[in-house]
């Protein structure tokens, strides 16, 4: 078990900077997942922090001692990779021992381990088969277990399931959950699925071009993002934005007026902002509702029926389209014309600069 | 229709490559066919295909000149070289291939671009080199060059070959506490086995009937066998009875150890299914 610290790291290939300037605690056994869209530099971060990478500027502390000039097989850590990157001529067997030996653990000890390992992850009758016999979920329990045959102090991830099917990667990540719930190991894990990233981790991360945009709870994202950007990013389908002006506000709440005239009373706060601000009024698929007749009318241009649920794509006035995810039963038909209902205690407001105004009421769910 | 097409093409490919296998073996086919000829038949005309076979040129091949003398000496300059060669290439190509700097590319193309200088540009500086450092007529001076002509192919074959090789496996390697060298040899060689067998091999083979340098820096000594079928084209006049026995007599064994390994050498070449 160990607490990782990333004190302002920097990264330059170059002349660019990649990584500008991140700060981070990691907590023992804390779960913590890197997402951001493809660039953004989550793969380049974790390696930084892996020592696969040199650390331009900053401090990097494993368990408070700082690693920044340690080797990566001296570090305590272990990584599995998104190609799984198994030795192709060894066996399951060896390509678990490869580690062991090279620490010059005992034989028996190395034996003992191994096996150990591979009937936790049911292994077990592929122990003398070499990768190329395996198949891809296979393999990624070979990569996972010779992972843990080391009982690192912290696992690295990157993507270990985008190159599993559907299916597979639903499996895989329950998995993976119950071993980190039983191993209680410190892990990095780097995704761009959102649902890895909301059921497994205990502390999101989300960054974009190399910054932090915001930490913390998969809840905590959801129902408070920081800004736009992580407002965007944390939900699928992802949330509606709405244009609209600052009327004024008090204690209780702001109220803000959307394009269609209507008045909207969001229960944020809005210190200092003058009346006439431009500002975006934000509110998640699963919140809106429709209705017949009412304030912010389209027309409807695509009913996708996922069967437990209804996903309704609404072409606003302005060319807009609103999206609203509402029951499976639900009659609406393409080319209709419906009504939009934001409760605004759904909503969220941002301001012109794209910071989220602070909810008077946390969310039960997201202290 | 897509079937008719693919059968014909395949016909095609098939009498192309048995066309160029023929038209590449022919030489070879036919100085074997005449070092079992007399003299009187090998330059006959028009050439007889169908005759009485001889071993005569041999008989007099191996009485005038010693044979294993020179044999022994190519086997030691070839494999010598080759075992430098390889040993030298797999940190240089390691290097280049998986720390690459900006100037990674522009060294390749240069070392390739000595290859482009014709040997005899080079003759008289390396004639004296080789003189005033004692090597003349030595194998070890004909090692030496021979491994320093053949090393920037050598580097590039195994740059190519490690490229093949995903990074990432080697970043186990290193996650897993291996050293530079224990990723490199643990983990990166056998890998890359079959690619570096078959550098080794080609680097064998163009020793193996590398002339230039054996003619001008061999006399007596440390003369291989490409010194050995030179020494059957003067004096008195061609006899292709016995020009082509010493001929096949030198090439027999690489030709034969080709053959023998023609399936790693495909392999090799063909490698890059180490997913
Ligand atoms: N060796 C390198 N040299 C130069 N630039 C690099 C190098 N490696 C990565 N980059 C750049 O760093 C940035 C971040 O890359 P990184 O691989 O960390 O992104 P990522 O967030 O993991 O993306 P993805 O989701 O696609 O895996 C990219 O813009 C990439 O072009
Ligand atoms: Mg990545």
């Given at each position: 078990m160990a607490t990782v610290e990333l004190k302002n790291l920097r990264k330059t290939y170059l002349t660019e900077?990649?990584?500008?300037?991140?700060?981070?605690?990691?907590?023992?056994?804390?779960?913590?997942?890197?997402?951001?869209?493809?660039?953004?530099?989550?793969?380049?971060?974790?390696?930084m922090i892996a020592g696969l990478e040199d650390i331009t500027s900053g401090d990097l502390l494993i368990d408070g001692q700082r690693v920044n000039d340690v080797e990566p097989g001296k570090r305590g850590l272990a990584m599995v990779f998104q190609s799984y990157a198994l030795y192709p001529h060894m066996d399951v067997y060896k390509n678990m021992e490869f580690g062991l030996k090279l620490a010059g653990m005992p034989e028996a000890e190395r034996r003992e381990k191994i096996e150990h390992v591979a009937r936790t992850l049911q292994l077990e009758p592929y122990l003398h088969h070499k990768p190329g016999q395996l198949s891809g979920g296979q393999r990624q329990r070979v990569a996972i277990g010779r992972a843990i045959v080391r009982n690192p102090k912290v696992f690295l991830f990157d993507e270990p399931l985008s190159n599993l099917d559907a299916a597979l990667r639903g499996q895989m990540r329950v998995e993976l959950s119950a071993l980190h719930r039983k191993l209680g190991a410190t892990t990095i894990y780097v995704t761009h699925d959102q649902v890895e990233a909301m059921t497994m981790a205990d502390k999101i991360v989300v960054l974009q071009k190399g910054v932090v945009e915001q930490i913390g709870s998969p809840l905590e994202l959801y129902h408070h993002p920081r800004n736009l950007f992580v407002a965007r990013f944390i939900g699928s389908p992802p949330m509606n934005f709405f244009p609209a002006i600052f009327q004024g506000g008090d204690s209780a709440g702001s109220s803000v007026q959307l394009r269609d005239g209507s008045i909207l009373y969001v229960p944020v706060t809005s210190p200092g902002l003058l009346p006439g601000t431009k500002v975006t009024v934000g509110i998640r698929p699963e919140h809106v509702e429709l209705a017949s007749s009412g304030p912010n009318s389209g027309v409807v241009e695509v009913v996708e029926r996922l069967g437990a649920i209804t996903l309704v794509h609404v072409r606003m006035p302005d060319g807009e389209i609103i999206v609203v995810q509402t029951d499976g039963a639900v009659l609406t038909e393409v080319e209709t014309r419906v009504s939009l209902t934001l409760p605004p205690r759904n909503c969220h407001l941002f301001a012109p600069d794209g910071l989220a105004f602070e909810a008077c009421h946390r969310h039960p769910l997201a202290a | 229709m897509a079937l008719k097409t693919k059968t014909s093409t395949r016909i095609g490919v098939t009498i192309l490559g048995w066309g160029i296998a023929l038209w590449l073996f022919f030489p070879i086919f036919w100085m074997i066919l005449t070092s079992f000829k007399s003299e009187v038949q090998a330059i006959s005309t028009p050439p007889k295909l169908f005759f009485m076979p001889t071993l005569s040129s041999y008989g007099e091949v191996f009485e005038r000149a010693s044979y294993w003398h020179f044999a022994l000496n190519t086997v030691i300059v070839s494999v010598g070289a080759t075992a430098i060669a390889v040993a030298l290439a797999v940190p240089a190509a390691y290097s280049m291939a998986f720390l690459p700097s900006k100037r990674t590319r522009g060294t390749l193309l240069w070392m390739l671009s000595t290859r482009m200088l014709p040997p005899v540009g080079?003759?008289?500086?390396?004639?004296?080199?080789?003189?005033?450092?004692?090597?003349l007529d030595t194998c070890t001076g004909l090692a030496v060059v021979d491994m320093l002509t053949n090393l920037p192919i050598i580097v590039w074959m195994l740059y190519t070959f490690f490229r093949e090789v995903p990074a990432p496996i080697l970043e186990a390697g290193r996650m897993d506490g291996a050293t530079r060298w224990q990723e490199m040899t643990m983990v990166l060689l056998p890998l890359a086995l079959p690619g570096i067998a078959s550098t080794a091999l080609l680097s064998l083979i163009l020793c193996w009937n590398e002339a230039f340098w054996s003619l001008n820096l061999t006399s007596s000594h440390a003369a291989p066998l490409t010194a050995f079928i030179a020494s059957f084209s003067s004096p008195e006049g061609l006899f292709f009875g016995k020009l082509s026995a010493a001929s096949t007599l030198a090439v027999a064994p690489i030709l034969v150890f080709g053959w023998i390994s023609q399936k790693q050498l495909v392999r090799g070449l063909t490698f890059g299914a180490v997913k």
């Open positions: 900077e990649i990584i500008k300037g991140i700060s981070l605690s990691i907590e023992e056994r804390e779960f913590v997942v890197f997402v951001g869209p493809s660039g953004c530099g989550k793969s380049t971060l974790l390696r | 080079v003759l008289v500086p390396i004639y004296l080199l080789a003189r005033n450092t004692h090597l």
